[in-house]
């Protein structure tokens, strides 16, 4: 596999990569029923500290509402099996994935008496786009298809069945050449990447689209509002931005806990701004590496660190 994993937490218990197994009749595997988290541990000079924890829990446990699914472990437990999973595997850095699904009983589409089931895996992941994404930016294409509308499915709750949508937009950004998608909402406003929030700078103001516009609630996307804010800028964070205003935007860039700020140089065919990273990108993009590399001590609650003092 391309995931450096010796030990995953299932269900109460700490399992090797091969023991780590679903059944097929899992009623996840056949509805989309599961909710997840992604969520970043990084290095930094406090040894290993992931950040905005308590954040994706409250997010995993809001997910789990529409489903009416029980998560069967509490906060303290799940929080105790992923820094173990860190300490276990030695992990500097790494990516956090919690998933909570249905598992098997019966597979009619009412989850009826299956059990809900849980896993925490940990494994070294770099730049989601890429190194040179962080710094050059990347192209992006508007997709062809639409983001599922809020009054459709909750687009607020991260849901593994959504990521579909994410995967066709993608993939069809990657075979036109793009690197990611832009995904507009039903209406046809922008919404958000496959897997990322955006932001749009004009005339030294930020955007980005809100709740409303059926986006997933980014931790990234609320750590970059604050941080633009201390620094002084105007963020509207309930913004509606239609298809063209990309083009005219002095700067674009995503958000999120894998990609963590990308700036975008391309829309399609059109070149944005200087056709680089803007100096907004780049002074909240820094602004959010000294923050999760700790080289600041602002926000120290937001960090869970790994090795207790
Ligand atoms: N939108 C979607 C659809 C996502 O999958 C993600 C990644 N979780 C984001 C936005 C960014 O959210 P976050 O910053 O919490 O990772």
């Known amino acids: 596999a391309d995931m450096d994993v010796d030990t995953i937490w299932m269900d109460g218990d700490f399992v090797d990569w091969d023991d780590a197994q679903v059944h097929v009749l899992t009623h996840g595997l056949h ?17 290993p500290a992931i950040f905005r924890w308590d954040e994706h829990l409250d997010r995993l446990y809001d997910s789990a509402k529409p489903y009416d699914m029980e998560i069967a472990h509490d906060r303290e437990e799940l929080t105790e099996a992923t820094l173990e999973l860190i300490r276990r595997q030695d992990l500097e850095s790494c990516y956090i994935r919690p998933l909570v699904y249905y598992g098997y009983n019966s597979l009619g589409v009412s989850p009826g008496d299956c059990p809900t ?23 992006v294409m508007v997709s062809s298809w639409r983001k599922h509308a809020s009054s459709q499915v909750p687009t607020n709750a991260k849901t593994t069945g959504l990521y579909v ?14 690197r990611e998608a832009i995904v507009l909402n039903k209406e ?19 955007f980005t689209p809100g709740l409303a516009q059926s986006i997933l609630d980014g931790i990234t996307r609320n750590t970059v509002i604050t941080l633009a804010r201390e620094r002084g800028y105007t963020v509207n964070d309930e913004a ?16 999120g806990s894998a990609a963590e700020v990308t700036p975008i140089k391309q829309v399609g065919n059109v070149s944005i701004g ?21 080289r600041t001590d602002d926000h120290d609650e937001w960090f869970t660190y790994i090795d207790e003092e």
């Open 240 to 255: 509606v931005i239609s298809r063209g205003e990309l083009h005219t935007a002095d700067e674009l860039f995503f958000t």
């Open 165 to 178: 949508n994410s995967l066709l937009a993608g993939e069809e950004a990657r075979q036109n050449g793009y």
């Open 274 to 294: 200087s056709g680089t990273r803007g100096p907004v990108t780049e002074e909240l993009q820094k602004a959010f590496f000294d923050l999760v590399e700790r």
């Open 31 to 47: 509805y989309g029923t599961g909710v997840f988290e992604g969520v970043r541990c990084y290095d930094t000079e406090r040894g």
């Open 117 to 139: 089931k849980t896993m925490i895996a940990c494994w070294p992941w770099g730049a989601y786009l890429g190194e040179d994404a962080l710094e050059n930016g990347i192209d």
């Open 188 to 206: 046809g406003h922008v919404a958000e990447g496959p897997g990322e929030n955006i932001f749009l700078v004009r005339d030294g103001e930020i």
